[in-house]
Structure formats: C-alpha cells, structure tokens
C-alpha cells in the first residue's frame, strides 16, 4: 500500500487542504483498479488532523487486508460543520471532496462501497454524513462519538467563544440542525434509505453516557444500530481494535 499526502485547493474551505489516502501499489491495481475498491471516509477528532489515524492505528494493514481505499481529510475543529461563522466543512466533506478524488483518481465506488467513519468529533461527522447525507454512504460508525452537543453547554468561556463561531448560539443547539437526535428522527422517517448504522464507547470513555442515550434514541425510533460498548477508554487503543472490527463486520474476515 501507498500512504499519499496531498495539499489541494478546496473551495468549500477557501484554503489548501491537507489530505491523506492509503491506496493499494500500482502493481496491485492491474487485479483491480481503483475505480472498483471500496472506499473509507476516515474523520479525526477535535485535536487532530488528517494523520491521525494512519500514525496512531494500523489501518494500513487493514486496508491491505481489504484492498480498501482510505480517505482522511483535515477539518480542524469544525465538527465537520458548515460553520456559521467561517468554513463549509460538511460540504467539503460529503461533495467538494468525493468530486475530487473522482477526477483525480477516478475513485467512484457505489454507495454500498462507501463507509464513513470517525473517532470522537469524527464520530459526530460520521453520523452526520451517513444521517443527512444517506444516498452517499452504504455505512457509518460512530467510535466513541459526541453524539450530543449537551456537552458544549458546560463550556469553558474560551471554548464557547470558540464553538459560537461554529454553530452560533450554544444555548440552542438542542433540537437545531446541529443536534444528532434531529437527525435521527428525521432519518427515521425514511428509514429505507438509512445506512447501516454502527456505533461503540468504551465503558470508561467520559462519553459512554452520550452514546449510550444515542442508543436508546435509535431503539425508542426503531432505527437499526448495531451497538458495542467494552472496557476501554478514549484513546487510540480502544479505536484501533475498533475500527477493525467495522470493517470485518462490513467487508468480511476476522477483526
């Protein structure tokens, strides 16, 4: 496998964006080219960015396993948002960027072979994409994700100050578009058209809480979510394990 860095200009975001992508050896592509891979969406938490996953895991040797394509954008803290004070994130992420690699990799797998996935803050994105975005992704998981904005509102000044410029009023992200249960109710009613949906935490992850209440959302809606939570903490060990066993779920082999 190759790991490629790329700085490209993206307009959604108005500056160069780093990129990286794991793709197979030019040897590999005469058996099968790139256009017929299954491709991952890899998004990074809130003090990362897009080398986090390939320094930090071994999702190299996963993607050998798999002859899987993996993308890993940089979207600062943005909460992979169109922010409402600064960058479109979320269209970069979901139109701007698949554009992109389409043109300059002819990557164009069907939605069936196309996952999204994050840790923490990437997990909020990952459900994003796959919730607001169904017709792009045929999976998502969601690992140790913030999936609730509760926790924004017990803030330090500086974060809020920070955040506010992302979705503006903190005090009304309950219930807004910014808000995970929103998605999932609007989601639930067409609930043909929903990805598959994955999600886990650690039981001593400070999230467990959030995402066990993501949990019983998708029961109370009878949204399909094949949950997982075990010992383990928010670190990279606990997401290494994890998005192993994603991918054996979704494309096969022991994870």
């Given amino acids: 496998m190759a790991l490629v860095q790329i700085a490209h200009s993206a307009r959604s975001v108005g500056v160069n964006q780093p990129l990286w992508l794991i793709v197979p050896d030019p040897a590999e592509l005469a058996e099968r080219p790139l256009s017929e891979r299954p491709v991952l969406y890899l998004l990074h938490g809130l003090s990362d960015d897009a080398s986090a996953w390939a320094r930090y895991t071994s999702i190299e040797m996963v993607a050998r396993q798999y002859g899987l394509v993996v993308v890993m954008p940089t979207a600062g803290r943005s909460f992979y948002a169109d922010m409402r004070n600064g960058q479109a994130y979320f269209t970069y ?17 069907p939605r069936e072979r196309t996952l999204v996935a994050g840790n923490s803050m990437g997990g909020y994105g990952a459900l994003k994409c796959g919730l607001l975005q169904p017709e792009r992704y045929g999976a998502v998981c969601s690992l140790s994700g913030v999936t609730s904005l509760q926790l924004l509102e017990s803030a330090t000044p500086k974060c809020r100050a920070e955040f506010e410029l992302v979705f503006g009023d903190l005090g009304a992200l309950t219930g807004s578009q910014h808000d995970p249960a929103v998605w999932l109710a609007d989601a639930a009613a067409t609930p043909g058209r929903i990805p598959r949906l994955h999600a886990c935490c650690g039981t001593e992850d400070e999230l467990i809480g959030l995402n066990r209440q993501f949990a019983a ?9 094949q949950y997982d939570e075990e010992p383990g903490a928010h670190n990279w060990f606990y997401w290494d394990v994890a998005i192993r066993r994603f991918l054996a779920c979704e494309l096969g082999g022991a994870a």
Avoid at 217 to 222: F, T
């Fill in 217 to 225: 959302q998708c029961r109370a809606l009878g949204v399909p979510l």
């Fill in 93 to 109: 992420v979901t139109e701007e960027l698949p554009r992109y690699l389409t043109e300059l990799f002819n990557l164009r797998p």
